[in-house]
């Protein structure tokens, strides 16, 4: 029997982009961290009111837990168990984000002709790349007619919704092979309230099945195939982010990118210790490295954030630090312990133990529409905005400012 390698719809930018990444990883860690968890429990919530027709305010204050074997669930009360990793108590910014899934949803799933609602549906691409497959958020079909595939991202890093692979295998997943439901129009839809977007929280991109497919038999299934074949070629980009060869400081592309992006002299991975090299002036860069050190910015700075806290992990654990270093105490911070208990102690000092600020902008709009009021008719005159200027790539949706002076 051929053993497929687990291709994950999730990870899929990852492995087409850089198809190495699956050798390079096959062994190594990738343990689920809190937002991972969080994003794990907002799904769950999510799940439960768009099957059991709850508002997602019912569950505001109930407590979201993952267990080891990575299922999640949400209960009123904790009970007991040994088996729960995790837990967080479902709160404000939750239930909010959430509402605006299951919002945007029910309003689709109304104005669409009698369509069957799956949640949490596995779907399979094995007929176009064997060993893929995965659970779709929701899907919304119209026999004969349009199917929506609903992807909900609760993490901050903005996810376009346009020519995303892990969207379109979701789509294709859903759709099956032969198109058996006879779907004439697919509509991807991102829905990610925790990431503010030129286009909004809510991002569509429509296309035919004829073209899904197009991408699935040009793309998908090529790329498939190619790890099946053991191809080990890396290349790095934004799709490394959450790359385990990244986390753990161990992907030989970054580290020969990040030395090669401004031409320091050495092209070995295996820098020693003390070969510390001379970073340039950047007044004597040249426009097209200070384009490549600004695209591989990003890349750079989150991997060196995943080496500190390796080599920090490592220490902690008992494993050694790197040569040359030592653990030391870090800056302390203090916090109360029990506030309830800090209040009864200092009653006698009555307003002075408070330190009462405005709220933020955000924060007074947020108020404000909880109570039923309107922000821009409450807030208008009231908000200075102040906008400063920043590089953003090409293609960034932005309009491109002009300079003041030529
Ligand atoms: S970190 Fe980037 S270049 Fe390295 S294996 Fe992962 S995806 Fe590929």
New binding site residues.
């Given amino acids: 029997m051929t053993m497929h390698a687990e291709l994950s719809p999730s990870a899929s930018k ?2 087409l ?2 198809p ?2 699956m050798i ?2 096959k062994d190594l860690p990738n343990p689920a961290n809190d937002y991972t968890h969080i994003g794990t429990i907002a799904h769950e919530v999510a799940e439960c009111c768009l099957v059991r027709g709850d508002d997602p305010e019912r569950y505001l204050d109930w407590w979201g837990f993952v267990n080891a074997q990575g299922g999640a669930g949400v209960m009123k009360e904790l009970g007991p168990g040994s088996d729960k990793v995790f837990t967080h108590r479902v709160d404000r910014d939750m239930v909010d984000a959430v509402k605006v899934y299951v919002d945007v949803i029910r309003a689709d799933i109304a104005e669409m002709c009698g369509p069957e609602v799956k949640v949490e549906e596995r779907v399979s691409m094995e007929w176009l790349a064997p060993g893929m497959f995965g659970t779709a958020d929701c899907i919304a079909v119209e026999p004969l007619g349009l199917m929506r595939v609903y992807d909900y991202k609760n993490g901050r890093t903005v996810v376009e919704v346009e020519n995303n692979p892990q969207a379109m295998s979701y789509g294709l997943g859903a759709m099956g092979e032969g198109n058996p439901f006879g779907i004439e129009e697919i509509e991807l839809v991102i829905i990610q309230p925790n990431a503010p977007h030129v286009d909004g929280v809510v991002r569509r991109w429509r296309l035919t099945p004829e073209e899904l497919i197009a991408w699935g038999v040009g793309t998908l299934a090529p790329g498939a195939e190619a790890i099946e074949l053991g191809e080990t070629r ?4 934004d ?2 982010q959450f ?4 986390r753990q400081g161990v ?4 580290r020969r ?1 990040m030395f090669g992006a401004i031409d320091v002299e050495t092209d070995s991975a295996d820098l020693p210790v003390q070969a510390v090299p001379t970073l340039p002036d950047p007044g004597m860069l040249t426009p097209d490295q200070v384009a490549r050190v600004l695209t591989l910015e990003p ?1 750079f700075s989150s ?1 060196l954030k995943d080496v500190k806290a390796k080599a920090l992990e490592d220490a902690q654990a008992g494993r050694g630090a790197p040569p040359g270093f030592k653990m030391v105490a870090g800056r302390s911070s203090r916090k109360w312990s029990d506030e309830t208990q800090v209040k009864a102690r200092l009653s006698r000092h009555r307003q002075d133990v408070y330190d009462i600020a405005l709220k933020s902008v955000a924060q007074m709009e947020k108020m404000i529409k909880a109570k039923g009021g309107d922000p821009a008719i409450e807030l208008e005159g009231l908000i200075e905005v102040n906008r400063g200027v920043m590089l953003a790539p090409e293609q960034d949706k932005r309009k491109a400012i002009e300079p003041m002076f030529t």
Avoid: H, V, Y
């Fill in positions: 990852r492995w982009m850089c190495g990444s390079l990883n890396l290349k790095a980009g799709w490394c790359c385990p060869a990244k992907c030989p592309e970054i990118q890349l991997w």
